[in-house]
């Protein structure tokens, strides 16, 4: 049944795409995210549904749209730097076979992030992208938040879908997910015109939000709530009423915490209490491990190289009657940290290209917000909202991937495209309105805001 | 049943969001100012109160 139901929405969709091919677009990033092919059980499975969904995405957009407008940005020709420099060190990787395995789906993803921007010409399309991303993640967070609720979760136990360990199926990384696109669910609730704001968009939007904030709990992810903890502190700059969002909060955090199961208070305590605990300290033994190996290997030791390591993991407990030391020998333990996996895969100049990669994504889009802050014009309002939901979640997926070795994970990349899209799409605005500022210039005189500008075309 | 409903939901949502989208227009082209669909206009209630505090 649920394989002839998920058949029927591919091939509606797929048709759909006939009529305007964007549509395939979407259909790939809800095939990405999703996976429909592993959750269906005969039909899905026989084809290469993932390769078609791509071809038809990218065959719709070379031979029927319409590309005017559409040119490279910086942060593509970073990815595509990014993409070149992996391909050599898997090459040279101290496991090939391994590296082989991952370079399979990371170029894949990095390719898609450079095209997808390309798609994202129009402000209607910015906002179906972010609909369907989140809707599409949604599907796996509303399961999560509901078999928590009904008491299905703990750590390693919460089951999406299906049993499956890669990609947003991962707990840590669904905790993180889920976080990071809170903002970008508000911004939809708030400024969406395919499903505008009404009390029905807002009712969805909340409950998706309380799913999301269930999945940290279900999977039992310390990183979500850490990654929960500074999107409550990022929000208080967007706020109207700080202290009473802070004291409502505070109010929340108090009264949730009795109806916590203990397993989760138990291993959210191992925070603070890390040295005690055998995961934290294995990171910390393999971050180490990391940096001895970069001395040695500046430029990376190419996909999997963790599978190297040799760790020897002191942990301490004080039971009250004395501390006890345990000491653990392990190998191949992962990374369960981005930065670590790109420091150690990818060595110093693949850390820094992929740092600067994220950390221009956060800069451009607080100019996005800064320049459109002051414009009443209804497209500027909302480019603004976005860039600043678009930021806040990129922090918290920037914090999120100091636990989790998320580095490649095909969903950020898609977050990045979208940030990519917005940047664009505003400048885009933004340049014949500068050719119509030097044409009216009065010196001291403010700048026009964006919304309001006539096109130099139009004059 | 809850994969079920998790499934149902969302799924008919995106079938919702591209039916939408084969009807409008700025899909392909953006809208001129003056066409842009206005922001959420402030609720009635919200802005009766306003005017008598002031």
Excluded at chain 1, 63 to 75: E, Y
Excluded at chain 1, 235 to 260: I, N
Aim: hydrophobic residues 50%; glycine residues 8%; positive net charge.
């Amino acid at each position: 049944m649920l394989d002839l139901f998920l058949t029927a929405f591919v091939g509606l969709i797929l048709l759909m795409g006939l009529r305007r091919p964007f549509v395939w677009v979407l259909a790939f990033l809800y095939v990405d995210i999703v996976a429909p092919q592993k959750i269906s059980y005969a039909l899905l499975t026989n084809v290469q549904l993932s390769l078609v969904v791509f071809m038809l995405a990218v065959v719709g957009w070379l031979f029927f749209d319409n590309k005017q407008g559409a040119r490279f940005s910086g942060r593509q020709f970073m990815m595509i730097l990014l993409l070149i420099y992996c391909y050599f060190t898997t090459q040279s990787a101290d496991f090939p076979v391994e590296a082989a395995d991952k370079w399979s789906w990371v170029w894949k993803s990095l390719v898609w992030a450079i095209f997808l921007p390309l798609a994202l010409r129009t402000q209607l399309r910015i906002e179906a992208a972010a609909l369907v991303m989140v809707l599409s993640a949604g599907a796996l967070i509303i399961d999560g938040g509901l078999k928590t609720m009904a008491g299905g979760g703990g750590y390693g136990a919460l089951k999406l879908f299906i049993n499956d360990n890669n990609g947003l199926y991962e707990g840590s990384t669904i905790s993180c997910v889920a976080i990071a696109i809170i903002p970008l669910a508000l911004w939809l609730a708030k400024d969406g015109t395919i499903f505008p704001a009404n009390s029905k968009t807002r009712i969805f939007a909340y409950a998706l939000i309380f799913a999301a904030l269930l999945i940290p709990i279900g999977t039992e992810a310390r990183t979500g709530l850490v990654c929960a903890a500074l999107l409550a502190v990022l929000m208080m700059r967007a706020v109207k009423y700080r202290w009473l969002y802070a004291g409502a909060l505070a109010l929340a955090a108090l009264l949730v915490q009795p109806l916590l199961p203990n397993s989760f208070s138990n291993r959210m305590g191992t925070i603070e209490n890390n040295k005690s605990d055998q995961s934290a300290a294995t990171r910390l033994a393999v971050w180490k491990w990391t940096l001895g190996y970069v001395a040695e290997h500046p430029f990376g030791g190419g996909f999997d190289a963790f599978r190297g390591n040799k760790l020897e993991i002191v942990t301490s407990d004080d039971d009250g009657f004395g501390s006890n030391s345990n000491k653990i020998v392990d190998s191949g333990r992962a990374y369960h940290s981005a930065y670590f996996e790109m420091l150690g895969e990818q060595g110093w100049p693949g850390l820094a290209l992929w740092l600067t990669l994220q950390i221009s994504g956060l800069i451009q889009l607080e100019g996005v917000r800064r320049r459109l802050r002051k414009s009443q014009a209804p497209s500027d309002r909302r480019y603004a909202d976005l860039a600043l939901a678009l930021q806040q979640g990129h922090f918290v997926y920037l914090l999120g991937a100091g636990f989790v070795g998320i580095a490649f994970q095909p969903f950020v990349y898609m977050l990045i495209a979208l940030q990519i899209a917005l940047v664009q799409q505003v400048r885009r605005k933004t340049a014949p309105v500068a050719v119509t500022e030097r044409r009216m210039q009065v010196p001291g005189s403010p700048d026009a805001p964006l919304g309001t500008a006539t096109p130099a075309t139009a004059n | 049943m809850i994969d079920y409903f998790a499934i149902a939901l969302t799924h008919g949502l995106l079938v919702l969001v591209c039916l939408r989208l084969l009807t409008r227009g700025d899909l392909d082209r953006d809208p001129a100012p003056e066409e842009e669909v206005p922001l959420e206009a402030e609720p009635e209630k919200k802005a009766k109160w306003r005017v008598r505090r002031a």
